[in-house]
């Protein structure tokens, strides 16, 4: 699958973009274990052209990382274009525009995919930064913002006359947020649209590898992109890489072996920020795992409660000691 000249291969994997997930730390574990390619957290096209510095932060890539996408939000034609232009001075790889968010905060204010109940501003604000940048520009959207406006096929017809490169389609409205199981009967009808002749990444609901074979069997898509699944299970990527390489499903992890990755992921969050704020950017991670072992609880509570590295560590230890075959 090529994004405009980057090759990524036959049926790559991308790490999705997640606010407060998907930073340096976590992209660069996900890339060593066989995510094909990465995107930032949500950039805010305001605070970027503020120069708020938790923003400006955002736009750091690692050579290691690569290839890397940069995603804005935001509903101001003017400011996504001023955005894109400055995103594209930090070297991405690809420039994505967010219009698929479903947070309140983002989506009833006119960005995101609040911006699927004003499509023509979507496909201006769209234009504007594809004649703005020299990079790639992708889209990452939904399949409409309800039931009653499934928007995406004539939207991903749109959205490639304006000059996109790629388009990613989460298979959920705005109005379902995260809940209920993604359909991904329209993302196959977008990719199996004649008249489209760019990649068709889909997203939603890959949890293993033999969802992702069945995914692409299915409908035919150009890539897949994991999100959700992928919290607290950076290894999904080796996992699903493996599967559709060989048809072989990989062992899975022993507890040993999940808790030396989280180690490492803890080591590499504190690393990018500080001790502080690096363990709880683990957190959200260490919430995730070794929920169905037996009598787990206690050392649980303790893993999410620590506040130093060592000791986190420790725990971690304390689980492997207990749990190991």
């Known amino acids: 699958m090529k994004i405009g000249s980057l090759d990524l291969g036959k049926h790559p994997l991308l790490l999705a973009p997640m606010e407060s997930v998907t930073d340096p730390s976590f992209r660069s574990l996900c890339k060593d274990l066989g995510a094909d390619m990465m995107y930032t957290e949500f950039v805010s096209a305001k605070a970027l052209v503020r120069k708020v510095n938790r923003t400006v932060r955002k736009l750091e890539i690692a050579e290691k990382e690569r290839p890397v996408g940069i995603q804005l939000y935001g509903g101001d034609v003017d ?47 769209t234009k504007s930064i594809v004649d703005a940048v020299n990079v790639p520009v992708t889209v990452k959207t939904r399949l409409g913002w309800d039931d009653n406006s499934l928007v995406i096929e004539t939207l991903a017809e749109q959205l490639q006359d304006m000059g996109i490169a790629a388009l990613t389609i989460h298979g959920r409205t705005r109005e379902q947020m995260y809940s209920g199981k993604a359909d991904w009967t329209l993302i196959g009808k977008v990719k199996n649209n004649p008249r489209m002749h760019i990649p068709i990444i889909g997203n939603g609901d890959i949890t293993g590898p033999e969802k992702a074979r069945e995914l692409i069997d299915r409908y035919g898509v150009d890539a897949l992109m994991i999100g959700r699944p992928a919290i607290g299970k950076p290894w999904i990527f080796k996992e699903v890489k493996h599967y559709l390489n060989t048809g072989e499903l990989l062992p899975p992890l022993s507890v040993p072996q999940q808790a030396e990755l989280l180690k490492e992921l803890v080591r590499r969050s504190v690393d990018y920020i500080d001790e502080k704020a690096g363990i709880l950017h683990a957190r959200r991670h260490l919430a995730k795992v070794f929920t169905d072992l037996p009598d787990i609880r206690e050392l649980r509570i303790k893993l999410l409660t620590r506040k130093h590295v060592p000791e986190v560590l420790a725990v971690l230890d304390e689980i492997v000691e207990r749990y190991s075959d």
Do not use: Q
Not at 91 to 100: H, L, Q, S, T
């Open 79 to 125: 400011l996504m274009r001023e955005a894109a232009i400055m995103a594209e001075e930090a070297n991405p790889e690809v420039i994505d525009i967010n219009f698929g968010c479903p947070v309140k905060k983002i989506a009833t204010k006119g960005s995101g995919s609040g911006l699927l109940r004003d499509i023509p501003t979507l496909l201006e604000i």
